[in-house]
């Protein structure tokens, strides 16, 4: 139940931000992707995830090591 | 207020505080000397003074401008903060070494010519490996020595610039460099060490977590930061900074992500936020300097209260581990060091309303007016992971977490001593105030301000980016909480596994190689070096083989050198100089008839 009320409001917030994007656009575009005005939804929420996917990735397949390792004596 | 250096003031002040009798007196006078340097620092005019002959060169102690002023004014604030934070430590010496530490690094500030700025960026190194020290593990003393000799080779790296730069212009002046020339490129390399930039920069990941929970929060705030003052006095608008800050802003996201230690993760945001001021100083608009120095200024009070944060909760829990620590509900014992650790998160963040935000969002927008699309995205994206990391992961690891029931008790939690509480909540309210009041930060940076943070384009922008974030966060949650303990591979293998087999090589295979070496040639240079002694011996070794008698070579060798032995009646001397002369007479007439 409790989940269900914090994922609802998320959701408005979300959907709430969605539309402040089109109220507001970037007065001054630099570049292409500063002219949509919900860019930045997109970008977080698939920066986040591309960032823990690929962070884990390599720390599973390279960049974690046991916690002894470095004890080389 | 004293006419006195700012530098000399803590340094002074850092070696009377032992002297001085009485805990509470000891106290005050620690609280007392910020209080002197900032009242000094308000009365001291733009210019340049103190100057000092130093052989045939003038020492500048006092090069005073905006942009010195606004990293003197920021060191001496946190300075401050962090002693109130650290006030309770009875062991002096760590109050000792942490004013030396500041005091060098306003040296450094302040430091006009190449030769005091070299004299106090070693006392800065020196001072600061005493906060590690102090912590009094075999882990600390270990990663003391690493640190400590990753800045000596930088220091040796500058020194090496410095010295090609005064002998090829004759000036020792602290200037803009030509990065064509080589001493500009060691002068650079010793600034990228202590602005801790990849693959230069494992020291700082490897040593603050392992610092007195006090010192930490000191050496959070001088030396990156220094480093990025002098990178913006000497290389703006260097290139390669440009591409190496947004390469570290990343670097340190990524890393932040996979790490479970708690201090070393705030470690990696550092080198990511360092990030955001050496790309600001590479692209070197006057925006874009102008970001470097308030994210400077930003980064150093927040990145203060987070580090105070996680020294409060390993300072009552002795525990610094993300999966020792979750699904312990600790909120519910430390609300209050929750919530001032909250502000310095969405400080760092760059949620509107809190410092990062006026900061940052300067530096992104300098990457946009500048034309560089690439890295706007790179920092963009940098701006995820630190929300993700600093604001939510370590968190809600650290005070919430899921219990899945194989938690263990932590006995006695409660919130830490006041003074912590205090250094916290000043910082905290920093981290407000310019967030807020932006004008205020924006007054003291180097050149005019046209950039206003609070456009609802800007706010709503911001908060899609946050919000998103938070959503990729829940749906990932378990895959970021998930994990054993365990070390994550950084540069610093180089020095710790490379180095230790080069070691290793030279200890062994190399060694037993030597002693084959020696074994094989020991006895005859032992023959050359008794003959050397002995030339006669020679003779009589030619001799009795001759006439085949036996007689061991050593034993002859052996023998030590008796003049009488080979004495003889002077009339052989006399018969064989003559027999000579003649010789020579015969070849004499032969040549010349």
Not at chain 2, 158 to 164: A, K, N, R
Not at chain 2, 295 to 301: E, K, L, N, T
């Amino acid at each position: 139940m409790k989940t269900t009320i914090r994922r609802r409001i998320m959701l408005a917030a979300i959907l709430a931000l969605f539309l402040l994007g089109f109220l507001f656009p970037n007065p001054h575009p630099h570049f292409w992707w500063q002219k949509i005005p919900v860019f930045d939804i997109f970008f977080g929420f698939f920066g986040s995830i591309l960032l823990i996917v690929f962070a884990k990735w390599l720390g599973h397949n390279w960049l974690l090591k046991d916690k002894d390792y470095y004890n080389n004596d | 207020m004293i006419n006195l250096p700012p530098a000399f003031i803590y340094i002074i002040g850092a070696l009377l505080i032992p002297l001085i009798r009485g805990r509470r007196l000891q106290q005050a006078v620690a609280l007392l000397i910020p209080v002197i340097a900032m009242a000094t620092l308000l009365q001291m005019p733009q210019g340049v003074y103190w100057q000092v002959q130093f052989l045939d060169y003038e020492l500048i102690l006092g090069r005073v401008d905006r942009l010195s002023l606004l990293f003197a004014y920021i060191f001496v604030i946190i300075s401050f903060i962090s002693m109130i934070y650290a006030i309770h430590i009875k062991e002096m010496g760590q109050h000792v070494a942490a004013y030396l530490y500041v005091g060098s690094t306003l040296g450094v500030v302040f430091a006009g010519d190449l030769f005091s700025l070299f004299f106090f960026w070693e006392i800065m190194a020196a001072a600061s490996v005493f906060l590690i020290w102090y912590n009094k593990t075999p882990t600390s003393l270990m990663a003391g020595f690493r640190y400590a000799m990753v800045h000596l080779f930088g220091g040796a790296i500058l020194l090496g610039g410095i010295v090609m730069q005064v002998s090829s212009t004759g000036s020792i002046a602290f200037n803009p460099f030509d990065l064509s020339t080589l001493a500009a490129k060691f002068i650079l390399f010793g600034f990228l060490i202590n602005a801790a930039v990849p693959p230069l920069h494992a020291w700082l990941p490897d040593a603050y977590p392992e610092g007195t929970i006090t010192g930490s929060v000191f050496m959070t705030a001088f030396t990156t930061k220094s480093a990025v003052y002098v990178l913006a006095r000497s290389f703006a608008g260097t290139e390669l900074l440009v591409w190496l800050g947004a390469i570290m802003a990343v670097y340190g996201v990524i890393y932040a992500i996979i790490e479970k230690d708690i201090r070393r993760l705030l470690s990696y945001h550092i080198v990511s936020q360092v990030g955001y001021m050496v790309c600001a100083v590479g692209l070197g608009s006057e925006m874009a300097l102008n970001g470097a120095g308030a994210h400077a200024f930003c980064h150093i009070i927040y990145k203060a209260v987070l580090f105070m944060g996680m020294g409060a909760v390993i300072q009552v829990t002795g525990r610094r581990n993300i999966l020792d620590l979750k699904g312990r509900n600790l909120y519910r014992q430390m609300p209050i060091t929750l919530v001032l650790y909250m502000v310095g998160a969405f400080s760092i963040s760059a949620v509107p309303l809190f410092n990062g935000f006026v900061s940052k969002t300067m530096i992104v927008a300098a990457a946009g007016y500048g034309h560089r699309p690439v890295i706007e995205l790179m920092l963009h994206l940098a701006s995820v992971g630190t929300f993700l990391s600093v604001g939510l992961k370590l968190p809600w690891g650290v005070w919430f977490g899921k219990a899945d029931g194989s938690e263990d008790e932590i006995a006695n939690v409660k919130e830490p001593p006041l003074n912590m509480q205090i250094g916290m909540g000043l910082g905290a309210l920093l981290c407000v105030i310019t967030g807020i009041f932006p004008q205020t930060l924006y007054k003291l940076l180097p050149y005019e301000v046209h950039f206003h943070p609070y456009t609802p384009s800007h706010v709503v922008a911001s908060l899609q980016l946050l919000l998103l974030t938070l959503a990729g966060f829940c749906l990932y949650i378990d895959k970021l909480m998930a994990g054993k303990k365990s070390i994550s591979l950084d540069t610093d293998w180089f020095y710790r596994i490379f180095g230790w087999t080069v070691l290793l090589f030279c200890r062994y295979p190399l060694n037993r190689f030597r002693n084959l070496v020696q074994l094989a040639f020991a006895d005859k240079i032992q023959i050359a070096a008794r003959l050397s002694k002995h030339p006669y011996a020679l003779l009589e070794i030619v001799w009795y083989a001759i006439i085949g008698q036996e007689k061991s070579m050593t034993e002859l060798l052996q023998r030590p050198y008796n003049e009488k032995d080979y004495r003889v009646p002077i009339g052989i001397g006399v018969c064989a100089s003559l027999i000579f002369l003649f010789l020579y007479a015969l070849i004499y007439m032969r040549v010349a008839g």
